[in-house]
T-cell receptor
Framework: AQSVAQPEDQVNVAEGNPLTVKCTYSVSGNPYLFWYVQYPNRGLQFLLKYITGDNLVKGSYGFEAEFNKSQTSFHLKKPSALVSDSALYFCAVRDDSNYQLIWGAGTKLIIKP | GAGVSQSPSNKVTEKGKDVELRCDPISGHTALYWYRQSLGQGLEFLIYFQGNSAPDKSGLPSDRFSAERTGGSVSTLTIQRTQQEDSAVYLC??????????????FGPGTRLTVL
């Protein structure tokens, strides 16, 4: 069965430090992986996606994510966190056999000044 | 161009009343999704429309929930005889097509439903 796990409910990072938000997945076919961000009282915004090719994917707002097939992971990263990055982050996956996105439970990212 | 729009942005209703939530997807997007998000929680899939195909209703939590999509564009989610547990943010998303599988979904701002 397809699944996505975001093992951390909350991640706290000091401003200027690097951040990582973890995501692992399980699919039967080739994975297509997505990260979305949800700012307070706003809808979800697409950040980046992995389809194929380079394992390091760059997206909006300076975020990037690294696809690791052997570890079935797609962790979200940013070299230097900003207070404005504080939000709820969702990882999602689908494969060739299913049009539905399978969503993680979300990770609350808090960046402290 | 315009993004996905939803109306109303907020809806407060009394238990037992019916409500209608509207979604206007991005022009040209053939796939439309409804999700429900409880406070601080993840997304719960409700229903999926793709072109003129029969919708996937597998996520609807009860027969009080229904949705339609007219003319392959605007969609309405109807909740009959609302219950307090229906209180949540209802999100609509659209994408260019249900496949290939790597097309991202674009989300509307959501409708916050409160059932008193």
């Amino acid at each position: 069965a397809q699944s996505v796990a975001q093992p951390e409910d909350q991640v706290n990072v000091a401003e200027g430090n690097p951040l990582t938000v973890k995501c692992t997945y399980s699919v039967s076919g080739n994975p297509y992986l997505f990260w979305y961000v949800q700012y307070p009282n706003r809808g979800l915004q697409f950040l980046l996606k992995y389809i194929t090719g380079d394992n390091l994917v760059k997206g909006s707002y300076g975020f990037e994510a690294e696809f690791n097939k052997s570890q079935t992971s797609f962790h979200l990263k940013k070299p230097s966190a900003l207070v404005s990055d504080s939000a709820l982050y969702f990882c999602a996956v689908r494969d060739d056999s299913n049009y539905q996105l399978i969503w993680g439970a979300g990770t609350k990212l808090i960046i402290k000044p | 161009g315009a993004g996905v729009s939803q109306s109303p942005s907020n809806k407060v209703t009394e238990k037992g009343k019916d409500v209608e939530l509207r979604c206007d997807p991005i022009s040209g997007h053939t796939a439309l999704y409804w999700y429900r998000q409880s406070l601080g929680q993840g997304l719960e899939f409700l229903i999926y429309f793709q072109g003129n195909s029969a919708p996937d209703k597998s996520g609807l939590p009860s027969d009080r929930f229904s949705a339609e999509r007219t003319g392959g564009s605007v969609s309405t989610l109807t909740i009959q005889r609302t219950q307090q547990e229906d209180s949540a943010v209802y999100l609509c998303a659209s994408s260019f097509t249900g496949g290939p599988p790597y097309n991202e979904q674009f989300f509307g701002p959501g409708t916050r439903l409160t059932v008193l």
